[in-house]
């Protein structure tokens, strides 16, 4: 049943990281991957409310599965904020490539310690 729940996470997961970072860099049409930096600062932000939930809690088998495993993996990438960072940097636009690396750790960090802070109010 485990796989199940993280294929099931991670296709939702796959799709909205797909459809947000398409929406996003059309309404900002700009070089700056927008639309990744958007995805990882969310799921961050997830796996921070997740992992809140999980100290305080929550079912840990299923909705580990299910969210922090499937969903977040699939909303995520590292691979592609790699990816985009290199391109940025090969295209001479090493301000760029400079700022998603900063901005990606910075906000991820602090956007997950939100997370896990909401969720301890919350569920504490």
């Not at 100290?55 to 590292?78: E, K």
Request: net charge positive; charged share 10%; with cysteine.
């Amino acid at each position: 049943m485990t796989p199940l729940l993280v294929a099931l996470g991670g296709a939702a997961g796959s799709i909205l990281r797909y459809l947000t970072d398409r929406r996003v860099q059309a309404w900002r049409g700009s070089p700056f991957p927008f639309g990744t930096l958007t995805v990882n600062i969310a799921g961050s932000f997830i796996l921070g409310f997740v992992s809140g939930w999980l100290l305080h809690g929550a079912a840990p088998s299923s909705v580990r599965a299910l969210v922090a495993v499937g969903f977040c993996g699939g909303l995520t990438t590292f691979s592609t904020f790699g990816y985009e960072t290199v391109r940025l940097f090969l295209e001479k636009t090493r301000l760029h490539a400079v700022l998603n690396v900063v901005v990606t750790v910075l906000a991820g960090l602090a956007s997950g310690a939100l997370g896990l802070l909401l969720a301890t109010g919350v569920f504490a």
